[in-house]
Protein backbone atom coordinates (compact mmCIF):
# COMPACT_ATOMS: atom_id res chain seq x y z
CA UNK A 1 0.00 0.00 0.00
CA UNK A 2 2.77 2.65 1.18
CA UNK A 3 4.11 1.89 -2.61
CA UNK A 4 1.10 2.42 -4.37
CA UNK A 5 0.63 5.88 -3.04
CA UNK A 6 4.68 6.97 -3.33
CA UNK A 7 3.96 5.95 -7.00
CA UNK A 8 0.63 8.24 -7.08
CA UNK A 9 2.44 11.19 -5.46
CA UNK A 10 5.45 11.38 -8.15
CA UNK A 11 4.85 13.58 -11.33
CA UNK A 12 5.61 11.08 -14.03
CA UNK A 13 6.21 12.56 -17.38
CA UNK A 14 2.98 11.35 -20.21
CA UNK A 15 0.61 11.82 -17.08
CA UNK A 16 -1.67 14.34 -16.56
CA UNK A 17 -0.75 14.79 -12.50
CA UNK A 18 -4.20 15.91 -11.56
CA UNK A 19 -4.27 15.17 -8.05
CA UNK A 20 -1.06 16.91 -7.33
CA UNK A 21 -2.08 20.08 -8.71
CA UNK A 22 -5.63 19.78 -7.02
CA UNK A 23 -4.36 21.89 -3.44
CA UNK A 24 -6.40 21.01 -0.70
CA UNK A 25 -7.76 17.78 -1.74
CA UNK A 26 -4.26 16.28 -2.57
CA UNK A 27 -3.87 17.56 1.11
CA UNK A 28 -6.73 14.93 2.12
CA UNK A 29 -5.46 12.76 -0.37
CA UNK A 30 -2.13 12.49 1.89
CA UNK A 31 -3.65 12.35 5.19
CA UNK A 32 -6.06 9.66 3.56
CA UNK A 33 -3.08 7.67 1.86
CA UNK A 34 -1.10 8.51 5.63
CA UNK A 35 -4.48 6.88 7.90
CA UNK A 36 -4.62 3.88 5.23
CA UNK A 37 -1.26 3.04 5.82
CA UNK A 38 -0.49 3.63 9.66
CA UNK A 39 -4.07 1.77 9.98
CA UNK A 40 -2.67 -1.05 7.91
CA UNK A 41 0.94 -1.43 9.90
CA UNK A 42 -1.00 -1.40 13.30
CA UNK A 43 -3.42 -3.87 12.14
CA UNK A 44 -0.25 -6.28 11.21
CA UNK A 45 1.08 -5.40 14.66
CA UNK A 46 -2.38 -6.23 16.25
CA UNK A 47 -2.66 -10.20 14.07
CA UNK A 48 1.04 -10.85 14.96
CA UNK A 49 1.12 -10.24 18.42
CA UNK A 50 2.22 -14.09 19.00
CA UNK A 51 5.28 -13.58 17.07
CA UNK A 52 5.68 -10.11 18.06
CA UNK A 53 5.19 -10.15 22.33
CA UNK A 54 6.84 -13.95 22.66
CA UNK A 55 8.89 -12.44 25.68
CA UNK A 56 5.30 -11.90 27.15
CA UNK A 57 3.84 -14.48 26.31
CA UNK A 58 6.17 -16.24 28.35
CA UNK A 59 5.35 -14.31 31.44
CA UNK A 60 1.47 -15.37 30.70
CA UNK A 61 2.73 -18.90 30.56
CA UNK A 62 4.29 -18.60 33.54
CA UNK A 63 1.79 -16.93 35.54
CA UNK A 64 -0.81 -19.73 34.78
CA UNK A 65 1.95 -22.10 36.01
CA UNK A 66 2.02 -20.66 39.42
CA UNK A 67 -1.36 -20.73 39.58
CA UNK A 68 -1.71 -16.82 39.75
CA UNK A 69 -5.59 -16.32 40.35
CA UNK A 70 -6.79 -13.03 38.61
CA UNK A 71 -5.49 -13.42 34.61
CA UNK A 72 -7.17 -10.62 33.48
CA UNK A 73 -4.50 -7.91 32.95
CA UNK A 74 -2.68 -11.01 31.14
CA UNK A 75 -3.05 -11.21 27.40
CA UNK A 76 -5.20 -8.22 26.65
CA UNK A 77 -2.47 -5.63 26.11
CA UNK A 78 -1.58 -5.14 22.62
CA UNK A 79 2.16 -4.67 22.20
CA UNK A 80 3.93 -1.95 19.91
CA UNK A 81 7.32 -3.17 19.10
CA UNK A 82 10.07 -0.31 18.94
CA UNK A 83 10.25 -0.78 14.94
CA UNK A 84 6.54 1.33 14.78
CA UNK A 85 7.65 4.72 14.74
CA UNK A 86 6.68 7.02 16.64
CA UNK A 87 5.63 4.67 19.65
CA UNK A 88 6.29 4.62 23.24
CA UNK A 89 8.41 2.32 22.42
CA UNK A 90 10.77 3.72 19.53
CA UNK A 91 11.04 7.02 21.61
CA UNK A 92 12.16 5.12 24.53
CA UNK A 93 14.88 2.97 22.25
CA UNK A 94 16.11 5.75 20.55
CA UNK A 95 16.62 8.20 24.24
CA UNK A 96 17.94 4.96 25.53
CA UNK A 97 20.62 5.10 22.68
CA UNK A 98 20.96 8.80 22.84
CA UNK A 99 22.10 8.35 26.58
CA UNK A 100 24.32 5.47 25.90
CA UNK A 101 26.25 7.42 23.29
CA UNK A 102 26.21 10.45 26.19
CA UNK A 103 27.43 7.88 28.60
CA UNK A 104 30.61 6.78 26.51
CA UNK A 105 31.67 9.97 24.39
CA UNK A 106 30.64 12.58 27.02
CA UNK A 107 27.57 14.99 26.53
CA UNK A 108 27.00 16.71 23.68
CA UNK A 109 29.00 20.05 22.94
CA UNK A 110 26.40 21.21 20.11
CA UNK A 111 22.46 21.05 19.47
CA UNK A 112 21.68 21.77 16.04
CA UNK A 113 17.79 22.85 15.00
CA UNK A 114 17.26 23.44 11.57
CA UNK A 115 13.48 24.38 9.80
CA UNK A 116 12.05 24.55 6.45
CA UNK A 117 12.06 27.61 4.79
CA UNK A 118 8.66 27.99 2.48
CA UNK A 119 10.58 30.64 0.64
CA UNK A 120 13.89 28.61 -0.51
CA UNK A 121 13.97 29.18 -3.83
CA UNK A 122 14.07 25.77 -4.92
CA UNK A 123 10.56 25.72 -3.88
CA UNK A 124 9.43 28.82 -5.19
CA UNK A 125 10.99 27.71 -8.15
CA UNK A 126 8.96 24.67 -8.97
CA UNK A 127 5.97 26.23 -7.21
CA UNK A 128 5.48 29.50 -9.69
CA UNK A 129 6.55 26.97 -12.65
CA UNK A 130 3.16 25.29 -11.41
CA UNK A 131 1.27 28.55 -10.44
CA UNK A 132 0.92 26.78 -6.87
CA UNK A 133 0.97 28.13 -3.47
CA UNK A 134 3.22 26.45 -0.53
CA UNK A 135 0.30 24.68 1.16
CA UNK A 136 -0.99 23.17 -1.67
CA UNK A 137 2.49 20.73 -2.12
CA UNK A 138 3.59 20.00 1.11
CA UNK A 139 5.39 16.96 0.02
CA UNK A 140 7.61 19.82 -1.99
CA UNK A 141 8.49 21.10 1.04
CA UNK A 142 9.40 18.28 2.65
CA UNK A 143 11.23 17.03 -0.12
CA UNK A 144 13.50 20.12 0.05
CA UNK A 145 13.73 20.39 3.72
CA UNK A 146 14.91 16.47 3.43
CA UNK A 147 18.13 17.03 0.92
CA UNK A 148 19.10 20.29 3.00
CA UNK A 149 19.31 18.33 6.20
CA UNK A 150 21.19 15.50 4.95
CA UNK A 151 23.52 18.02 2.91
CA UNK A 152 23.89 19.44 6.50
CA UNK A 153 24.74 16.68 8.29
CA UNK A 154 26.97 14.86 5.74
CA UNK A 155 29.15 18.20 5.44
CA UNK A 156 28.76 19.07 9.48
CA UNK A 157 29.63 14.79 10.03
CA UNK A 158 32.38 14.72 7.49
CA UNK A 159 33.82 18.30 6.86
CA UNK A 160 36.61 19.68 9.25
CA UNK A 161 33.66 22.33 10.22
CA UNK A 162 33.26 21.28 13.70
CA UNK A 163 36.71 19.59 13.94
CA UNK A 164 37.30 16.07 14.99
CA UNK A 165 33.85 14.06 15.38
CA UNK A 166 33.67 11.14 18.35
CA UNK A 167 29.87 10.43 17.83
CA UNK A 168 26.76 12.04 16.27
CA UNK A 169 23.20 11.65 16.73
CA UNK A 170 20.52 12.81 14.06
CA UNK A 171 17.01 12.71 14.68
CA UNK A 172 14.57 13.57 11.90
Not at 40 to 49: D, H, K, M, P, T
Not at 142 to 158: G, P, Q, W
Request: net charge positive; with cysteine; hydrophobic share 35%.
Amino acid sequence: MREFFAFRIQERFGESPIILMSGRLFQQFLVDAYTMIESNRLRYIWLNQKNLRSEHYDKIVDAVAKGKGDLSEQGKRIYIPSSFTGGKRYMMQHYLDAMATCKYYGYPDFFITITCNPKWPEITRYLQKHDLKTEDRPDICCRVFKMKLDNLVDYLMTGTVLGEINSGKCLK
